[in-house]
């Protein structure tokens, strides 16, 4: 165990924050730090292959051990964290034998790790824990996946017993800023399929997740001395205020929950003359997808209607899909790890993700990737936390993968 937990912290104590305003890929130099410590790593533990682009896309192959035919699998994770909290001078803490009370994250700053709000903590009484300092995020999105690949690939090196076909691995910058698949070469890849290991509690499995979008609404008002407004006034803030309230109050995040959808408003910024909205729109179903851009667009354009010029201007783009659609005529893929899971004592828990992965859009590029728990919880934030046991069955989950697809190929 503490060969992983070691692996796990040289991983989330280098910052790889990403960064959506630029335009380089990575989209940090500091990404580079982890992904060039990844190459050495993974020729260190012994597999072939072992490329790192220009765009920092890291791949490598563990060679089949089999005289049978197998499709080629992958396993995927992305390096970078979000940049929605800080990812810098991360602090882990280990909690061993967790005792299913409150967890002091930061007694000074009085950052506490509660049950009575976060209550999956009971889920792992008496496992250890890895926690932040509560200052950081953690970064077990998706460093833990990333932990979780490498150890099992060094697993099955070290047990050659372990019958398998050819196995892929990659590893992606910037998912979280939705460029996380942009530049992967998935014919240089060359796996049938994939899976990436980046959901969150213990025997999750995924293959649906939410059709998305975002939007950006720029509002141009008109700024006169307010004693002499009437008439003449156009305040930009009031008409952002108008789009708000005019989208359904409660199609928000935290008034949904399974397959509903939302409009999430996540930036916001304002003056008389100019202010600015940005949501992120999201919905399983694709048609309830598509009416609620055109919900947003009627919005923008009655209001339009309204004055001798247009003070909004819209900009709606797709960031990515619903994998089922690609996922499903190969539901065997899905079966696989489900077994798997089943062999190791895990219960599967097989639900639509109320988010995206780099899998979704890999699905569509070609390559069918359902997702995987890494075993992290409340991401994004510094209350993040995972339990080491489930970083631990992750790696027995793919090594059962491995070997239950070979099996089922043997002629």
């Known amino acids: 165990m503490q060969h992983i937990i070691d692996r796990f912290i040289s991983y989330v104590t280098i910052d790889t924050e990403s960064d959506e305003t630029s335009e380089t890929t990575p989209s940090t130099a500091k ?6 410590l990844l190459v050495a790593e993974l020729k260190q533990i012994g597999l ?26 992958g396993f995927v994770s992305h390096f970078d964290t979000s940049p929605d909290f800080t990812g810098a001078n991360v602090k882990p803490q280990i909690v061993p034998n967790y005792d299913g009370k409150d967890i002091i994250l930061n007694a000074e700053q009085n950052i506490v790790l509660s049950p009575d ?11 250890t824990l890895i926690t932040t300092d509560g200052t950081t995020l953690l970064g077990a999105d998706d460093k ?20 398998h076909g ?33 959901g969150s509690q213990i025997g999750e499995l995924e293959y649906e997740n939410f059709n998305a979008a975002g939007a950006k609404i720029e509002i141009k008002g008109k700024i006169v001395h307010p004693g002499y407004a009437k008439g003449k006034m156009i305040n930009s803030i009031l008409i952002a205020n108008e789009i708000i309230n005019a989208l359904p109050a409660h199609e928000i995040p935290q008034e949904t929950s399974g397959r509903e959808g939302f409009y999430h408003l996540h ?46 201007t819209l900009v709606i783009k797709d960031q990515y899909y619903n994998m089922k659609e690609k996922v499903e005529p190969v539901f065997h893929i899905i079966d696989i790890a489900e077994e798997a899971m089943k062999s190791l004592g895990i219960t599967p828990l097989i639900k639509p993700i109320r988010g995206g ?8 590029m070609g390559l069918p990737c ?24 992750a790696i027995d989950v793919i090594v059962k993968i491995t070997e239950l697809t070979a099996e089922k190929y043997k002629k």
Request: proline share 4%; net charge negative.
């Open 31 to 36: 990404q580079w730090d982890l992904a060039n």
């Open 48 to 73: 072939s292959d072992v490329t790192i682009d220009d765009n920092a896309y890291i791949m490598a192959t563990l060679p089949s051990n089999v005289d049978h035919d197998v499709p080629t699998i």
């Open 117 to 127: 709000y976060f209550e999956d903590l009971l889920l792992y009484k008496g496992q």
């Open 144 to 163: 833990a996946g990333i932990c979780e690949i490498v150890s099992a690939m060094e697993y099955l090196i070290k047990h050659p017993e372990i019958k």
């Open 166 to 198: 050819k196995i892929r691995i990659g590893f992606t910058p910037d998912e979280e800023i939705g460029r996380g698949a942009h530049k992967f070469d998935v014919a240089k890849f060359g796996a049938e399929w994939a899976y990436t290991m980046d």
């Open 267 to 312: 930036t916001t910024k304002g003056s008389i003359e100019e202010s600015s909205l940005e949501y992120i729109i999201r919905d399983h179903d694709k048609d309830k997808f598509e009416a609620r851009k055109e919900l947003l667009e009627k919005i923008a354009a009655d209001i339009n209607s309204r004055y001798t010029y247009d003070p909004i």
């Open 357 to 364: 992965t780099d899998g979704s859009q890999l699905s569509f």
């Open 370 to 393: 359902p997702n995987i728990f890494a075993g992290g919880h409340n991401f994004h934030g510094r209350y993040e936390y995972v339990p080491v046991e489930s970083i631990l069955s």
